[in-house]
């Protein structure tokens, strides 16, 4: 009788072995197809330059639902060491795929990517996909912006046409300046295309070029904006991460009874100059990021699901794809015509019958004044890199100022 009881035991005790032993293979299996993703951010939400990816991380849990779980580390710096360990957290917990959206995580996140080889790495906005070394799990990509800078420069250039013909300034008041964080290619290049959209329909403007030496920072950027409309600057238009230059314009107009007009960057700016704000332009990351994350839970290489334009693991587009967008278009002060204008010009880009870069100007290398460039001979933005490569102001009609 004891050993009938110890028998049964025994074989009670080995189902309920077996049964832990096949719930925790089937949970490890079930786990492992689960997508663990992690996002790398510079800041938080307070800024729309984060908003703008918060989107599309938002948009990926709402598209994969229960295939992914998301992880995302904000406010981590530049330096090597918060954004090393953001990174070694995210793989301790599984993490398959990390997005960084900041420039100055590449080194770092290009570091990691080597130390991860079972990991895939997207690198927003940088540059290092074709250096040495050339890992196949690290990526880069970016929206081709200099398209939509373009748009808002002749947005911007049609209501300063219109200022000019009802005699509210003189032709030679055709002044625009603009709010750049550094002397970065991103930003020449930016400020370069919206200005030649500018002078597409004035071509007597000239441009007035601050920077502001931070990404985002309102108390520096409003005053950087009036100190640029306090120089008779009519339109101000920026590349930096607060909706102060928006704010001083609105004031400006509003209190002051200045004829000043904002154009604003990823984000429309209505809310807080709802006078004076033309329209913005910003990156649509969505795209990009859920290509990315349906690639590896389908076991394929990124770029033959993003279909990149380059040779290696790196990725643009414009117009073309909805990569970009034009926003907060405020039709209660757009000159007349705007918006057909709008729409033949997008229509241009997506055809690839458009070239930003091209015209009777010189442009000066400011990090090297022996490098110089005929725009007589088109400049080909993003021609081999998604990373903005125009890096020379304009002689003569562009001024940077200290």
């Not at 957290?89 to 080194?107: K, Q």
């Not at 209190?255 to 809310?271: E, I, P």
Request: with cysteine; aromatic share 10%; proline share 3%.
């Amino acid at each position: 009788m004891k050993n009938k009881y110890a028998l049964t035991t025994l074989t009670v005790i080995f189902g309920v072995a077996v049964m832990f032993l096949f719930t925790k293979v089937f949970s490890a299996d079930e786990d492992s197809k689960i997508l663990k993703i992690g996002f790398v951010y510079n800041a938080d939400r307070a800024t729309a330059y984060t908003i703008n990816f918060f989107r599309a991380q938002t948009e990926l849990e709402d598209a994969f639902g229960d295939r992914v779980q998301v992880f995302a580390k904000y406010n981590v710096g530049e330096s090597g060491g918060p954004c090393e360990k953001a990174i070694e957290d995210l793989a301790e917990e599984g993490c398959r795929l990390i997005f960084a959206v900041s420039y100055g995580h590449g080194e770092t996140v290009k570091k990691k990517a080597a130390k991860y080889p079972e990991i895939q790495f997207c690198h927003a906005t940088g540059d290092l996909a074709d250096q040495e070394p050339v890992l196949p799990n690290y990526h880069t990509f970016m929206g081709t912006i200099h398209e939509g800078r373009y748009v808002c420069g002749i947005i911007a250039g049609m209501k300063l046409a219109e200022l000019i013909s009802k005699g509210k300034i003189k032709r030679s008041q055709a002044k625009v300046g603009y709010v750049g964080a550094f002397s970065y290619a991103e930003v020449i290049s930016g400020y370069t295309a919206f200005f030649l959209g500018v002078r597409s329909i004035v071509p007597e403007a000239e441009m007035f070029v601050r920077y502001t030496n931070t990404w985002s920072n309102h108390v520096i950027e409003k005053k950087t904006a009036e100190e640029l409309i306090n120089e008779g600057c009519v339109i101000i238009s920026q590349h930096s991460d607060t909706a102060g230059p928006a704010i001083a314009c609105e004031e400006a107009s509003v209190k002051r009874g200045k004829t000043v007009f904002h154009v604003g960057y990823n984000q429309s700016m209505t809310d807080v100059a709802p006078t004076t704000s033309l329209v913005s332009s910003r990156i649509d990351w969505n795209p990009y990021i859920l290509d990315a994350a349906k690639a590896v839970l389908s076991g394929k290489s990124i770029e033959k699901v993003v279909k990149s334009p380059y040779k290696n693991n790196d990725a643009a587009a414009g117009f073309d794809r909805g990569w970009i967008e034009i926003v907060g278009l405020n039709r209660h002060i757009l000159a007349p015509g705007t918006e057909e204008a709008l729409e033949k010009t997008v229509r241009l880009f997506k055809g690839g019958n458009i070239t930003v870069f091209q015209g009777n100007y010189l442009g000066v290398n400011p990090f090297d004044e022996n490098d110089v460039w005929d725009l007589r001979k088109p400049f080909i933005e993003c021609e081999k890199r998604s990373a903005p490569g125009f890096c020379y102001v304009l002689k003569d009609v562009i001024t940077v100022e200290q």
